[in-house]
């Protein structure tokens, strides 16, 4: 199945920029379409609901004049994330903001709702569901999810133990459709990788995290840019759900990451508290494992041409490795 033409025809890169907790607001987002890749945030980092409107308003004006003033790249679109969890009571009237602003791409977690799906459809809008497992993919799209954003080990925040290879390999056994891959993509060499694999798009969060738009403190963007992947633990303690975290927040914190205790799932926090006084996001960081290769603090337009560049590069020298290749047996080199 081809993409939306929304995902298809008004993108300057293959990319989405994941939806970042307490980081990713209006300037961020802008910054992120101008640039030519969906920008998105959570509906819940608009506090109180008065300020999703507000946000809303100015994201769809500040994109629509940018569209007239250049015509010749105009911006990508936007997405908004919708927590479907029973635990969020804003559901229902996140959504009718969404409704009245027709925002182009709905991003659900945490659970599938048939009833929101059929809500963004009727504006004519986009549905991408995230998901950690095959299981979960399937009752997502028997919902009336358009597409799937399957999150695979490495990802920033909350995400699955699954290899993206094993992950898309049984996603594309029976679904056809759109797919954005999550998992430590933070060059364009993994970004054509995440295609390579079956995707038809990355979906990029940690290294926006540290981009000058983003609203981090600025302790949280220089901890990413000394960090690598190494310094990246997995653990369900600061929300319930199993998500990665920067170990130098977790120590500061006071706690020993190699000794973490397991927390009770069925008392999911996102972001008021936890199950440590520690909260986390404003604590306790989330971060993906691909954070080596984040060297620098640009601005959001930077990174994504340094993305495309490194993407186009990627092509290239793939290209090349294959003509060299093709029709010849493998050489090896001598013991």
């Known amino acids: 199945m081809a993409l939306p033409p929304v995902l298809r025809d008004r993108l300057r890169l293959p990319a989405i920029a994941s939806p970042l907790f307490i980081v990713s607001g209006p300037e961020l987002v802008i910054a992120q379409c101008k640039a030519g890749i969906v920008g998105s945030f959570p509906s819940l980092n608009a506090r109180p609901i008065s300020q999703l409107d507000e946000w809303l308003a100015r994201i769809t004006e500040e994109l629509a004049a940018w569209d007239k003033a250049h015509p010749e790249a105009p911006s990508a679109p936007f997405a908004v994330n919708q927590i479907v969890h029973k635990t969020n009571n804003r559901l229902e009237e996140d959504v009718a903001l969404c409704a009245k602003y027709k925002v182009p791409v709905v991003i659900t977690s945490l659970g599938a709702r048939e009833d929101v799906n ?155 508290g936890g199950n440590t006084e520690a909260k986390a996001w404003k604590d306790i960081w989330g971060c993906g494992q691909g954070i080596g290769a984040i060297k620098d603090i640009p601005t959001a337009g930077e990174l994504v041409a340094r993305l495309s560049a490194e993407y186009e590069q990627a092509k290239r020298e793939l290209a090349a490795k294959t003509a060299f290749t093709a029709g010849q047996p493998l050489a090896f080199a001598a013991e």
């Open 118 to 272: 059929q809500a963004v459809h009727g504006w004519g809008g986009v549905v991408l569901h995230d998901v950690i497992n095959s299981g979960f993919a399937r009752k997502a799209i028997e919902k009336g999810a358009d597409g799937l954003i399957p999150v695979a080990a490495g990802a920033g925040g909350h995400a699955g133990r699954l290899s993206p290879f094993a992950l898309i390999h049984e996603l594309r056994e029976w679904f056809d459709g759109p797919i954005a891959l999550s998992g430590a993509i933070s060059n364009g060499w993994a970004i054509l990788a995440a295609q390579a694999m079956g995707a038809d798009l990355a979906y990029i969060g940690s290294a926006f995290i540290a981009t000058q738009e983003a609203n981090a403190v600025q302790g949280y963007k220089d901890m990413i840019v000394e960090s690598s992947g190494e310094d990246i633990i997995y653990s369900n303690l600061f929300t319930g759900v199993h998500g990665n975290y920067l170990r130098p927040s977790v120590e500061r914190a006071g706690l020993d990451p190699d000794n973490l205790p397991t927390a009770d799932p069925s008392k999911m926090n996102f972001g008021s």
